[in-house]
Each structure stands twice: as C-alpha cells, then as structure tokens.
C-alpha cells in the first residue's frame, strides 16, 4: 500500500516528524488538557522521546496495528498545531481507525476537522480502507461535534466499558464506510 506525504492544504501542512519536533511534541503530550481524555496520561521527557522515536519510522500501513502519525503545521507560520493518526486496524477487511489530537490554542479554527478529512482521504482513496472507525471518551464533547462534521455516524455507545485514569469511562464509537465518502466528495 502507498500514499503521500507531504499533504498541502489551504491553511495546512500534514508532513512526517521530524527531529527538530520534539520540543512541540513534548508541548502536546505533557499537556493535562491535552491528555485528558487519551489513553495515556502526561508523558514524561523521556516517554516523549520514544513516542517521536515511533513517530519518525517509515510506516508502509501494510501490517496490522501499524500507525502513521503526521504533524499539522501551519502553513503561514510553521506553528506545530498537533497530529492526526490513522491505524490499520485489519488490512483483510480493510479497515482503519483515525485518531488526531491539537493544542488547545488551536481548538476552534477548523484544523482538526480539516486535516481529519485529509487523512480520511488518504485512508479511502490511497489505501483502499473499505471503514474507517474513530473511537472516543463519551466526555469529550468537542470530538464528537468533529466527527459529525466529518460526516461518520455514531455507531456504538459502551456503556464503562474501560477503567482509565481512577474511573469507568463510556466509549463511543463513531464509522464511515467507503461508500459514504465517496458520496460527500
């Protein structure tokens, strides 16, 4: 499977990581706000190390599991705004997840929702996904908004199905099929 990369868009860049990023990803990933509703908490200097580590490797999105992270940089000013993610769930029934987090100073200028339809379509047009999921804390009010936007439908509502963080969560699980990409662009 290929696909390219840089993506150029009217405001934005979604390119690779670079080394140079560190000091931005650290920024991002030791940020409260941030990590909120993450899988992860804060990281730490050194976890920020491994994670851009991860985040520099040549990823062919030919394998399960596999994950291409790229930066969202602004174009005009080459301010790091944060990443968006798309996983290979399973390449046999060609499905992907997207994941994308942002500086909170850059909430609410579209860029999420922006550079989220970039790696959509990426992920039906380059790769071939057939579904591409998104998967969120049901507290986290702002995503879902985004992710309507996009166009996915919610799908699934689990009910404290994970113990994040001291608490029972709820998850939501939001899909878009190739099909109904195909009929928005």
């Known amino acids: 499977m290929t696909y390219s990369l840089p993506i150029e868009t009217d405001r934005l860049t979604l390119r690779r990581y670079v080394e140079n990023d560190y000091d931005d990803l650290l ?3 030791s940020n409260p706000d941030v990590t909120r509703f993450l899988l992860y908490d804060v990281r730490t200097p ?3 190390k491994e994670a851009l580590t991860g ?3 040549d990823v ?3 394998t399960d599991g596999q994950a291409l992270t790229v930066a969202v940089i ?3 000013t080459g301010q790091h705004l944060g990443e968006v993610t798309l996983f290979m769930n399973s390449v046999e029934h060609r499905t992907g997840e997207i994941g994308y987090v942002f500086h909170p100073e850059s909430h609410g200028h ?3 929702a922006e550079a989220s339809v970039e790696l959509l379509r990426l ?5 071939g996904l057939h579904r591409i999921i998104a998967r ?3 507290r986290n009010t702002g995503s879902v908004k985004l992710l309507e936007r996009l166009g996915l439908r919610q799908e699934a509502h689990f009910v404290q199905n994970e113990y994040l963080k001291g608490e029972w969560t709820d998850e939501l699980v939001f899909a878009m099929l190739y099909s109904e990409w195909d009929k928005r662009s």
């Open 46 to 48: 050194e976890q920020v």
């Open 27 to 29: 920024k991002l990933q």
């Open 60 to 62: 062919p999105m030919d």
């Open 74 to 76: 602004l174009r005009d």
């Open 110 to 112: 579209g860029y999420a």
């Open 123 to 127: 992920g039906f047009e380059e790769l």
């Open 55 to 57: 985040r520099l490797a």
């Open 136 to 138: 969120l804390d049901h």
